[in-house]
C-alpha cells in the first residue's frame, strides 16, 4: 500500500482512491518536469554563482535558460524575473520590498478586500509597523469598482497589490484599468498571478504592472519555486528582505535551487492549455466520479 493510499483509506469517505478535483491548491509535477530534475540533483549539484568551475557553469546555464522560458511566458525581459521560492515569498517581496524601502517617507499601502493571506497577512504586519494600509472592498461580482479604486489612492502610496484570477472565485479583474491610475501616480502596482500563469494570456511588455508574482507548483511544476518579476526601470526599486548575498540583482539573497529552477517547462500556448485542463483534466474526473457514483453520500446525477 502507497503512502497515499494509506493517508486516504484512514481520512477520506470514498476510500483509497478519491476523486480530487482541485488543482487551483496545487498540481502534481509533470513525468517531464521530474526528468529534467533529476540530474541536477546529482552529477549537475554546482552553485549556479560560482562561475570559476565547470560545474558552477553548468548550473548557471540551466538557471538562465529557465528565466528566459518563464519571461518569455508573460513577454518580459529574463533580467526581470527574481527566483523566490513561491507566491507567498514573491508577495512577501514585493510588499514589505517596496514598503520598507520607502519607510522613512510613512507612504501608504493599498490592497483589495479578496486578495491571499500572503497579501493581507504582509500588509498586516506593516500596519502593525506603523504604516497606513488601505484595502478596498469588491463588488458582489467580486471585481473592484475602478472608481471607488481610483478615489481611495493616496497620491503618496507607494504600492498597490491586486490579484489577477482569484483562487477562490475564479474571477479576473482588470488589471491593466487597476495598473494604470497607479502607475500615473507614482504608486507600483503589484499583482499576485498565482492563478493566472499558464491559464490566462500574460503580457506584461503591455501591462502597466511592475511587480507580479508566480509559482511552479500551480502548473505542474515542484513546490517550493517560484519568481518575482520585477520590472526593469530606474523608479522600480525595492528593498531586499532576504540579507547576505548580492543574488538576483541583489533583491534575494540565498544560492539558488537548480534543480527546481530547470522544471520550467517551454510551456505550449495559453489556449492549448486551458483546453487541456478544461476537457481533459475536468471529463476525466467526472466520468471516474459518475463510475463510482456516490461521494460523500451525494448521488452522482447532482453533479
Ligand atoms: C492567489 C494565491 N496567492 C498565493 C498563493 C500562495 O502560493 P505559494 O504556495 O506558491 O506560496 C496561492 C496558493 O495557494 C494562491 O492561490
Not at 474571477?171 to 492563478?195: E, N, S, T
Not at 548575498?245 to 540565498?254: A, C, F, L, P, Q
Amino acid at each position: 500500500m502507497s503512502d497515499f493510499q494509506r493517508v486516504s483509506t484512514g481520512l477520506h469517505p470514498c476510500g483509497a482512491n478519491p476523486v480530487h478535483l482541485d488543482h487551483v491548491a496545487t498540481t502534481p509535477v509533470d513525468p517531464r518536469v521530474i526528468r529534467r530534475m533529476l540530474p541536477y540533483r546529482t552529477e549537475m549539484y554546482g552553485n549556479s554563482t560560482s562561475r570559476s568551475h565547470a560545474h558552477g557553469r553548468v548550473g548557471e546555464e540551466a538557471v538562465e535558460l529557465a528565466r528566459e522560458q518563464v519571461s518569455s511566458l508573460v513577454n518580459g525581459d529574463p533580467h526581470e524575473i527574481v527566483w523566490t521560492s513561491g507566491v507567498t515569498e514573491s508577495n512577501n517581496l514585493a510588499i514589505k520590498g517596496a514598503a520598507h524601502l520607502h519607510r522613512a517617507k510613512g507612504n501608504p499601502l493599498m490592497t483589495l478586500t479578496t486578495e491571499h493571506q500572503s497579501v493581507l497577512g504582509a500588509m498586516l504586519e506593516l500596519d502593525r509597523d506603523g504604516l497606513e494600509v488601505t484595502v478596498v472592498p469588491v463588488q458582489e461580482s467580486g471585481l473592484v469598482d475602478l472608481a471607488v479604486f481610483e478615489a481611495a489612492l493616496h497620491p503618496g502610496a507607494v504600492l498597490a497589490s491586486g490579484m489577477f484570477v482569484n483562487n477562490e472565485t475564479g474571477v479576473i479583474q482588470d488589471i491593466a484599468a487597476i495598473g494604470a491610475p497607479c502607475r500615473a501616480r507614482g504608486i507600483l502596482p503589484h499583482v499576485d498571478a498565482a492563478q493566472a500563469a499558464g491559464k490566462v494570456p500574460i503580457d506584461l511588455a503591455a501591462l502597466p504592472v511592475d511587480l507580479m508574482s508566480f509559482s511552479a507548483h500551480k502548473i505542474y511544476g515542484p513546490k517550493g519555486i517560484g519568481a518575482l518579476y520585477a520590472e526593469l526601470r530606474p523608479r522600480m526599486r525595492i528593498a531586499c528582505q532576504m540579507h547576505g548575498g548580492v543574488h538576483e540583482r541583489g533583491m534575494r539573497s540565498g544560492m539558488l535551487c537548480t534543480h527546481q529552477i530547470v522544471e520550467e517547462l517551454p510551456l505550449p500556448p495559453v489556449e492549448i492549455q486551458c483546453s487541456v485542463l478544461a476537457e481533459d483534466a475536468i471529463q476525466a474526473a467526472v466520468s471516474d466520479f459518475r463510475s463510482r457514483q456516490t461521494i460523500r453520500g451525494a448521488a452522482a446525477d447532482d453533479l
